[in-house]
């Protein structure tokens, strides 16, 4: 069992940044694929980003390609989200998710490929 906090929202001016953070508990943080997802408001939950258990793989959706950057620390069981530029359409409560340990799944990820979730942290961006 994973349990997965995060922190970092607030609200912000469009052009802002901010970073969210995502801290697990347990020991073998390392062989947890890591995404965060995003969900509007009257929206569906949505794939941001993933990265894969060493850091060294990241798929990001075309929405936010070029703007946010996620990364993650092993030693810290940490995972982050650096978002810059950001617009009023990224506005969401930002999800982090851990898929199964042990199983590296690569890609653009799904809602069914995460097996543990945070409880969420907003991020409002006015224009």
């Known amino acids: 069992q994973v349990q997965l906090v995060e922190s970092g929202g607030g609200l912000v001016q469009a052009g802002d940044s901010l970073r969210l953070s995502c801290t697990a508990s347990g020991r073998t943080f390392n062989t947890y694929t890591m995404g965060w997802f995003r969900q509007a408001p009257g929206q569906e939950r949505e794939f941001a980003a993933s990265?894969?258990?060493?850091?060294?793989?990241?798929y990001y959706a075309d929405s936010v390609k070029g703007r946010f950057t996620i990364s993650r620390d092993n030693a810290k069981n940490t995972v982050y989200l650096q978002m810059n530029g950001l617009k009023p359409e990224d506005t969401a409560v930002y999800y982090c998710a851990a898929g199964r340990s042990g199983t590296q799944i690569m890609g653009v990820l799904t809602t069914r490929d995460m097996a543990y979730w945070g409880k969420g942290t907003l991020v409002t961006v006015s224009s």
């Open positions: 990265i894969s258990w060493s850091g060294g793989v990241t």
